[in-house]
């Protein structure tokens, strides 16, 4: 697909009100999929590939192999002869210095993909190693020049940037998507422990905009990685952030879906031999199986799906016990009946984010499970004896 073909099917959907999805991948599985799934483009990148084999994401920036020749060798594979109908844009290491970048763009060009990405990038490399990468010219501006080159040869160039000062440098460079790159993804087995709070990555991509909106409003706007990983975290950029058009997922997409995927179905596959993988809940039989417990199987249950609906018959079924036993047995453990004992959760849930985050009230209800705020503030003054915005002041003052 062309660059012009491409930026007019992004902005008709931006016209009519629909978020951009890019997935960054290493295998033809996970291409094939997102491509069903509805995703506008993909990225091949070096760290899907480690991700492939169950190494962090992090592996794409240490010297375990050429990445450029790692990305052409695994993509010209598996995902240009796999994916017809979405664009596939090149994880360039624009910092290789065994690479003509010139003539390598030409080769990427030559071989089908549609466009280039920065990455690795040496942004996200601070402290004395930045330092050291910079003095010996592995540098940002190379990868600006990479983005420069590939724009003149109408390419789509897709910009990896850190602060204001990176964004002015792309866009100067003819950048067409400016991505803030918001660190590695956090969550799952493989995650990056320390991540920045939604809060702080909001202000960063609010920054960063800003900075857009001065120099070029028609520059295609998106996010990656850090703290947003899921629909939830996605949905509370969005709401915090017009100018933000879309999201860039790599972990979120292939790594953190099939840790737990994969994880749980062998548990069930262990614990059963007969397993009906429509149920909804079979992740959670080996608890009950093991233990027997069916209350603390029914609260740990509540504990790490309280922001999701749950419904009790399916717990009861997946306890192979009658709803009513169940019901029974819950309310003469717990002393209350289960939809109590549910909203009881998650309102103090919601308590405990109010005390420890600076949190819109608007954002908070789908956190903890409620999708019409007037229900939420119904519930919370109900066991709270005020409204979530009294209660909020009563900390702030």
Do not use: W
């Not at 052409?72 to 796999?82: N, T, V």
């Amino acid at each position: 697909m062309d660059r012009e073909k491409l930026l007019e099917n992004i902005k008709i959907q931006i016209k009519n009100g629909k978020r951009i999805v890019g997935v960054a991948t290493g295998t033809g599985m996970t291409a094939k999929y997102a491509e069903k799934g509805g995703a506008d483009f993909l990225l091949v990148l070096n760290s899907g590939r480690f991700r492939q084999m169950g190494r962090s994401s992090l592996a794409g920036f240490l010297p375990f192999c050429n990445s450029n020749d790692m990305v052409m060798d695994f993509a010209s594979k598996e995902i240009i002869p796999l994916v017809k109908d979405i664009p596939i844009i090149f994880g360039f290491n624009a910092t290789d210095p065994m690479k003509n970048m010139e003539d390598y763009i030409d080769k990427i060009n030559n071989m089908g993909f549609s466009g280039i990405n920065n990455y690795p990038t040496v942004g996200i490399l601070d402290g004395k190693f930045g330092e050291a990468l910079e003095e010996h010219g592995c540098d940002y501006l190379t990868e600006v020049e990479a983005i420069r080159i590939a724009h003149k040869k109408n390419m789509f160039t897709v910009a990896f940037v850190f602060n204001e000062a990176q964004a002015e440098q792309m866009i100067s460079a003819g950048a067409d998507v400016i991505c803030v790159h918001l660190g590695l993804t956090g969550g799952g087995l493989l995650g990056a422990k320390k991540v920045f709070s939604l809060e702080a990555a909001k202000v960063k991509a609010e920054n960063i905009f800003n900075k857009c909106n001065e120099l070029n409003p028609n520059v295609i706007k998106l996010i990656y990685g850090g703290p947003v990983k899921t629909p939830i975290d996605v949905q509370y950029m969005y709401n915090n952030n017009e100018d933000l058009m879309g999201y860039i997922g790599g972990s979120a997409f292939e790594r953190i879906p099939s840790e737990k995927s994969i994880t749980n179905i062998t548990k069930a596959f262990k614990v059963s031999t007969q397993l009906d993988e429509e149920d909804l809940m079979v992740k959670m039989l080996d608890g009950v199986t093991k233990h027997y417990n069916y209350v603390e199987f029914v609260k740990k249950y509540v504990a790490e799906n309280y922001m999701n609906q749950i419904s009790f018959l399916d717990l009861a079924k997946v306890a192979h016990v009658s709803r009513g036993y169940l019901s029974s047995l819950f309310k003469k453990e717990v002393g209350c009946s289960f939809p109590e004992y549910l909203v009881k959760f998650r309102i103090n849930r919601a308590a405990e984010i109010i005390n420890k985050e600076n949190i819109q009230l608007s954002d908070l209800a789908p956190l903890v499970g409620y999708q019409d705020y007037a229900q939420f503030s119904k519930m919370f003054k109900k066991y709270k004896g005020c409204s979530p915005k009294q209660y909020k002041q009563s900390f702030m003052t």
